[in-house]
């Protein structure tokens, strides 16, 4: 393509789906994330059902993270030294055989707890591997000037989905099934719609033709599975951006608790729950059609920060809130200020990262977002047995806003962080590194 060409196509709001590879792909996260968020929503509700308690519900989310916290430093290794499409393949695959476990589950339910942990252990061990190869596997997609408006879009299919699968989760947990299929009713309908999209995955990424550019042949020992945490920890404006999102959201998640508010706060039942699970992807796609046409060009380190800062604010509203149209509203301000902050750092963590780092920076990222995501699930479950679920939202709103103080504090390199471009955030890399970034 002409040089004139590519500028117009880096110019337009769709420019990233000129790639074949990449509409292939985001098609398929769209379904399967779909799948996901439908099969948590049933799981949530099913546990919650069983135990009637805060801390059993948190568990889910430390029996997702788990794995993670073991496995994560040999992913980013696997990622960088083999196809991570592969990876990714194998994966998935690994996760489809846990949603014929929870359908079964499902069917011949026992009344006890533990079987469901063990599979989401093995969803978080498949999440792990895969989510370190996927976030690396995104640059390879598309041509250099389109990644940015690449991960905008990865984020809309995110949120899409995010908005889609809690609602679709909600419903079909309440679809009411008569005669033979009477059975089928409640979670196991939501397990059979989630394996149906793992296998759709499976088929249009394995469509795919995107081969690995670089692949790293270093050997296989704890320092090169360290490399990852030792560029992060070189490059504090890789270090600012992913702690701060570990530490707010670790605080000021409030997700893992939304089934005791749709039971016991709002009283809004399974659809319900769908609904609050829906806001803050509803949120984040508004946000993220708005970047599509007019794009973060400067001062991003700022509005990350600022960012931050209202998530914080719109914790607070929904932690305290008892009628169901202000719960809702803050949840999508929830989610609206979290996307501009997770596009720039997925932006920053790529472009600031050489290709050969990728995998292994890649999984230090994934392992601060497990912790602020489903470890903080677990986080929010003991404190809302300690305090009760609004105590433990309140304060963790607030502790989201006394993060990003500090954080705006400790990291003037994130603060100053101005265009997001490979050029200028390298440049910023290179002023902060105290050494050359390891192999």
Not at 36 to 42: G, I, L, M
Not at 244 to 273: E, Q, W
Not at 296 to 324: E, N, P, W
Not at 405 to 425: C, D, H, K, Q, Y
């Amino acid at each position: 393509m002409a040089d004139g060409a590519n500028g117009m196509a880096a110019s337009g709001a769709g420019s990233a789906f000129f790639s074949r590879d990449f509409r292939l792909y985001q098609t398929a996260r769209l379904l399967v994330i779909l799948g996901a968020e439908a099969q948590s929503v049933a799981v949530a509700w099913q546990v919650y059902q069983i135990t009637h308690s805060a801390l059993d519900l948190g568990l889910t989310g430390l029996a997702l993270f788990a794995p993670g916290l073991f496995f994560m430093l040999a992913a980013g290794h696997v990622a960088d030294r083999y196809d991570r499409r592969s990876i990714i393949l194998a994966c998935y695959t690994i996760q489809a055989a846990c949603s014929v476990a929870l359908l079964r589950f499902a069917l011949h339910p026992t009344g006890r707890i533990w079987p469901i942990y063990a599979v989401l252990l093995g969803v978080g061990l498949g999440r792990a591997f895969s989510g370190p190869a996927s976030s690396a596997l995104l640059p390879s997609l598309v041509p250099k000037h389109h990644f940015v408006n690449a991960v905008t879009w990865g984020a809309i299919v995110f949120q899409i989905a995010n908005i889609a699968g809690p609602a679709v989760g909600g419903l079909l947990y309440t679809l009411r099934l008569t005669g033979r299929l009477a059975q089928w009713n409640g979670a196991s309908v939501v397990y059979c719609f989630s394996l149906a999209t793992l296998l759709a995955f499976l088929v249009l990424v394995g469509a795919m033709q995107t081969r690995p550019v670089r692949v790293v042949k270093n050997a296989f020992n704890l320092d090169t599975m360290l490399a990852g945490f030792k560029y992060v920890w070189r490059a504090k404006l890789l270090l600012g951006s992913i702690s701060l999102d570990l530490f707010a959201v670790l605080l000021g998640g409030a997700t893992a608790l939304l089934p005791i508010y749709a039971t016991d706060i709002l009283h809004a039942g399974p659809r319900g729950l769908g609904l609050l699970r829906a806001m803050p992807a509803l949120g984040a796609l508004v946000v993220s059609l708005i970047m599509t046409v007019r794009p973060i060009k400067r001062d991003a380190g700022k509005l990350m920060l600022l960012c931050v800062g209202v998530y914080g604010v719109a914790t607070v509203v929904f932690g305290i809130s008892r009628t169901i149209w202000i719960s809702l509203l803050a949840l999508v301000i929830v989610g609206a200020s979290d996307m501009i902050s997770v596009v720039i750092r997925a932006s920053i963590l790529q472009l600031a990262t050489p290709p050969e780092m990728r995998g292994r920076v890649s999984a230090v990222n994934w392992l601060f977002v497990g912790a602020s995501n489903e470890f903080g699930g677990f986080e929010s479950g003991v404190t809302a047995q300690w305090w009760g679920a609004v105590r433990a939202v309140v304060v963790g709103g607030i502790g989201s806003l006394i993060v990003t103080g500090v954080a705006g504090a400790l990291f003037p390199t994130l603060r100053n962080a101005n265009a997001l471009s490979a050029e200028s955030l390298m440049e910023s890399n290179k002023q902060q590194s105290t050494a050359e970034p390891p192999d």
